[in-house]
């Protein structure tokens, strides 16, 4: 199927990722797009290049109905839960950018460019209709991570994640520009067990499972900041191989995911399609330690733009039936 004769839903089009995923989508020259979301959105209208689309409710009859080849859910995990499965009942391939299926068994958890070969391997286009696109902290770890892990080898990785306000949804965004002098209420927005946030715990199983390392050790301590869009993360890697930072370097150079850069901050990566990876030196309390700065706009790469790149990986390999 041509990717541009799509029938395309987003769901959640009113939000802050679902906004951007119309954009991209209305950039690539997608043309058959309707914007969904819930019953309180329902008539609004919202952006697709230089038209107005007037927003529906996303009911269950309407997603099972048969009506759309292709649904990105930018809902939250109950939501997605709910509804998802009405749309592969209407016969719909699914990509879901909640946590509602990233660790289910059998659903592949997809980074573009990473591990794109996951999807055929887990049935899609042969039975299994739902993708899952990643945490956005995770989806640009597993970018700088997997040219070094094909290289050298990953034997453990340690990081802190500084994490934008749109990282909360509209929410985040709201609170932020509420008090822009002091800052938004920066309670951590993950349920806490006394060891780790879930985000935390979240980061660790799914860059296991998109790396296909699940005894990978890895160790994360995730915050929020007040920086409206854009999250950055200080890495700290050992390899099972020596891997000086020059040929480090030369490798990260050749992911088309990534993009060297000299200091760059979360306003650098702002709109960027990239990963900008920068800093990289040796970590001089590990023998084959490597350190490097990391940072990705969490709204675009994050989330809609590795959406849009999944269907055009499944589009690309055939598996869109």
Not at 49 to 62: H, R, S, Y
Not at 115 to 127: K, P, Q, R
Request: hydrophobic share 40%; aromatic share 4%; with cysteine.
């Amino acid at each position: 199927m041509n990717g541009q004769d799509l029938r395309i839903a987003v769901i959640g089009a009113t939000g802050a990722v679902g906004t951007v995923t119309l954009d991209l989508l209305s950039q690539r020259g997608y043309r058959r797009v309707r914007a969904l979301a819930s019953a309180r959105s329902a008539g609004s209208s919202v952006t697709f290049g230089d038209e107005q689309l007037t927003v529906e409710e996303a009911t269950p009859e309407l997603l099972a109905a048969g009506e759309f080849d292709l649904c990105f859910f930018s809902v939250g995990t109950s939501t997605s839960r709910e509804l998802v499965p009405h749309a592969v009942e209407g016969g719909a391939t699914v990509v879901d950018k909640s946590d509602a299926y990233r660790l289910t068994d059998g659903i592949p958890l997809i980074v573009a460019g990473v591990n794109d070969d996951a999807m055929a391997a887990s049935g899609v286009g042969a039975g299994n209709r739902i993708v899952a696109n990643p945490n956005c902290s995770a989806m640009q770890l597993t970018c700088a991570l997997k040219p070094l892990h094909d290289a050298a080898g990953l034997a453990s990785v340690r990081l802190s994640t500084y994490q934008s306000m749109s990282g909360k949804g509209d929410i985040g965004i709201e609170e932020l520009q509420a008090t822009p002098a002091a800052g938004a209420d920066l309670g951590m927005d993950w349920e806490y067990d006394g060891e780790e946030f879930t985000e935390e715990a979240k980061l660790r199983a799914e860059t296991q499972k998109i790396l296909e390392l699940p005894d990978l050790k890895l160790s994360a301590t995730c915050v929020r900041v007040p920086v409206l869009v854009g999250h950055a993360q200080a890495v700290w890697v050992e390899t099972e191989s020596p891997l000086a930072p020059d040929e480090a370097l030369g490798v990260l150079s050749e992911s088309s995911n990534l993009a060297l850069a000299e200091l760059p901050t979360p306003g650098d990566a702002a709109g960027r399609d990239e990963v900008l990876v920068a800093r990289v030196r040796r970590d001089r309390a590990d023998g084959n330690g490597l350190a490097l700065w990391v940072v990705n706009d969490n709204l675009r790469k994050g989330a809609s733009l590795n959406a849009v790149q999944i269907a055009e990986s499944l589009t690309s390999r055939g598996l869109l039936e």
